[in-house]
């Protein structure tokens, strides 16, 4: 398995250009930390050099519990709750308990890539359920298991969705409670969960949210998107008591634990209601004009009611020359025109992921490739 994380395939891309081209794929906007904890932190760097005790580890989880009550009115205990370095360490750790060789899987696609991978890695069988911009990116997750009677032991979501910005409606639960069985455990990577735009965030934990009957759920709150702390930043893991058991129980062995300083520092991101609320207002604007400004260049947005992403179908043309394939459209548009876009390239159509992470420059530079880009 050779095929390399494709964001640091762009990177690299990136990188070689020396900032000439136009960056849209991770976006070169970084949010600044709030003031309080930027200052917390660089006053309180000895902390980096003292392991967490119980002290930390627990109000970590207070803060972790509270943040769940807060955004998505869930109520979680706090033993359900642990610390992660990092997102992707996480879904690692819940890939490594939850699933043996053999066991089937669901995942979406386009996906945010590592979830499938990490549970290929396990030898899982992984099957991909379609999301189509045509039907509003539902997944339907029984088309996908494709004629397999027994029930996935995994179903891995993303809600809301990168690079989809689909959010969990009732037909997308319709679908996971179409194919989820008693020993079926409900993943949800909740790593954008805080940024929905008019209408409230849902959490999979929250109360009834999948009907009555008792399924096993983890979600992943990762805070790369919300809150720049680098390497020190931690995520958590949350869920029914039996999957957390087995995840904490696991953590023991596989990491050493986090520095004071992780664990402070993220626990006053955690608290801080007031940050979310402003990017609630920041990344709307952001999404609208870049979506206005693709638009005008010919693209064909597809809405964006969550996350930090704008999508769009592959254009039949760039350049006036056909192009086959989102691969194909993403080299031309970074070879000819200096435009870093992520592809998606799934067996129904290509798409485009455009992050709305840009500076003003980028966006009159990617409006300025009009005449050029025709669109067709
Ligand atoms: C949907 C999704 N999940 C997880 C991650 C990874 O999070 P982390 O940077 O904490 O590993 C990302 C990062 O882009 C993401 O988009």
């Not at 900032?19 to 660089?42: Q, T, Y």
């Not at 891995?156 to 319709?174: K, S």
């Not at 634990?257 to 979310?276: G, I, V, Y």
């Not at 056909?322 to 194909?328: L, Y």
Request: one cysteine or more.
């Amino acid at each position: 398995m050779t095929k390399r994380y494709p964001f640091t395939l762009i990177k690299e891309k990136l990188a070689a250009r020396e900032g000439k081209a136009i960056d849209f794929a991770v976006g070169r906007r970084r949010l600044v930390l709030p003031e309080a904890i930027d200052s917390w932190v660089r006053s309180h760097v000895e902390l980096a050099l003292q392991p967490a005790t119980r002290t930390e580890v627990d109000e970590f989880a207070a803060a972790a519990v509270a943040l769940l009550a807060r955004e998505y009115d869930v109520d979680v205990e706090a033993a359900n709750v642990l610390p992660t370095p990092g997102g992707r360490a996480a879904m690692s750790t819940f890939v490594a308990c939850s699933l043996e060789p053999g066991d089937s899987v669901l995942v979406t696609e386009p996906g945010y890539p590592a979830f499938a991978r990490l549970a290929s890695h396990r030898h899982a069988r992984v099957h991909e359920a379609l999301l189509d911009g045509e039907q509003a990116f539902v997944p339907d997750f029984k088309a996908a298991m494709n004629g397999d009677a027994t029930a996935p032991r995994v179903i891995a979501v993303n809600y809301p969705n990168n690079p989809t910005g689909a959010t969990l409606t009732p037909e997308a639960i319709a679908s996971i409670r179409n194919v989820a069985g008693s020993r079926t455990i409900i993943f949800n990577d909740a790593t954008y969960g805080p940024l929905v735009y008019g209408q409230n965030p849902v959490s999979l934990l929250s109360k009834g949210v999948l009907g009555d009957e008792q399924f096993e759920m983890v979600e992943l709150h990762s805070f790369s998107k919300l809150f720049p702390l680098g390497p020190i930043a931690l995520s958590f893991l949350a869920g029914t008591p039996q999957s957390m058991e087995s995840i904490s129980t696991y953590s023991e062995f596989a990491w050493s634990p986090p520095s004071k300083l992780q664990l402070k520092a993220t626990a006053m991101c955690l608290n801080d209601a007031e940050r979310m609320r402003e990017l609630r207002e920041f990344f709307p604007s952001q999404l609208g004009n870049l979506q206005q400004a693709l638009c005008d260049i010919g693209f064909q947005p597809f809405p964006a009611p969550a996350g930090v992403y704008v999508l769009c179908r592959v254009p039949p043309q760039i350049g006036g020359e056909v192009v086959k394939s989102a691969e194909e459209a993403a080299s031309r548009l970074m070879d000819e025109f200096d435009l870093a876009v992520v592809p998606w390239d799934t067996p129904l159509h290509g798409y485009l992921r455009f992050s709305s992470q840009y500076e003003p420059e980028d966006l009159d530079r990617l409006s300025g490739l009009r005449e050029r880009l025709r669109l067709g």
